[in-house]
């Protein structure tokens, strides 16, 4: 912990000198924190999902692990497949698992998850621009990677797993470091740098015929990006979730709640600042889970029935060692992506950790 706070005071002293020395120039700092933002090393746990009762964990060069919720044991590790370096971002839809090495090259794979033990590789490793920071999301036949400062892709799949040949591209600012696509397939919400030091989101609408993916609104946020916290290639700390019409943002001033019912009209329901930085976030069933390590790490529960006014539920302490890049809400338990130590797992009626 005193490593982590060294750091974040010396690049604090980094932006600013650099805006000191050039009032205006917020792209310095910018410049600061991309350099010397964290990497995930190869083992660390960076990004979860939760399919049943079943949370997938990336794990950088080892790969993907495929976590029993139930019973709180691990079930297997599969390693990037042949042709891939790294499973660094996952999403899940329609049964498939979508991973994604997200360090140049980029690499996208499809599995089918019906085995949950043994997942069966479907497609790829098919290529993809990414950089430095990307993601991965997917819905309803269609398949988003998010690109960082290369293009944004867009492809079609089928219940097999099989991509199809048509990819259609997006370029939203100087970079799209991360992706949500809505349940219905044909709305997706993009973390986007659009210039200097101003980041914010991008709503887009998808097509299907002909493929496309088109700019609709932006929301500016009052942050950088580089949220103390975060991490390369794939938690870059604008993480947006989705309940119903109401899109979840978890940035560098806390958690964010928008009206996202209408694409060209967003609206800020309500904003709420939290003991932690957020750099993630989920939601299930009216609560919203949210997770970061600054000033130190902790899992934030809130009720968001009225997006208006959500309240916290309770705040829980995590390791001090705890890097917590990633979180996911089960039926009945919060798993939590915490770097080097693994997968830490939650109770949802309580503050005690069921498994470490």
Known sequence: MQRKTAEMRATALLCLLAVLACPGCGWLCVAVHAAGYRVTDTGEAGNVVVHGEVAYVTRAGLGLEIFDLEHGRQLAIIPPPRGSESIDDVAV????????????????????????????????PLEVPVGPFSGVSAAAGHVVVSGGTSALTLRTYAADGSLG???????????????????????????????????????????????????????????????????????????????????????ARGLALVGVSALDHPTILSEVRLAVQPVNVDVRDGVAAVVGSSPTPALVLLDIDNPAAPKVIRTVPLPEDADATGVAIGATRVVVAAGARGVLLFSRGSETSVAD
């Open 93 to 124: 839809a329609d049964g498939l698992l979508f991973l994604l090495d997200a360090g140049p090259p980029g690499h996208l794979s499809v599995y089918a998850a019906d085995n949950r033990a043994a997942p069966a590789l479907r497609a790829g």
């Open 165 to 251: 040949a048509d990819v259609a591209t997006g370029d939203f600012g100087r970079g799209q470091p991360d992706v949500l696509l809505a349940p219905d397939g044909h709305r997706a919400f993009v973390s986007t740098h659009f210039r200097g030091p101003h980041f914010g989101l991008t709503t887009a609408q998808i097509t299907s015929a002909p493929l496309s993916i088109v700019k609709r609104s932006t929301i500016d946020l009052e942050t950088i990006g580089f949220t103390a916290g975060g991490a390369k290639p794939a938690n870059f700390p604008i993480e947006t979730a989705l309940a119903g019409d109401v899109l979840l943002v978890a940035y």
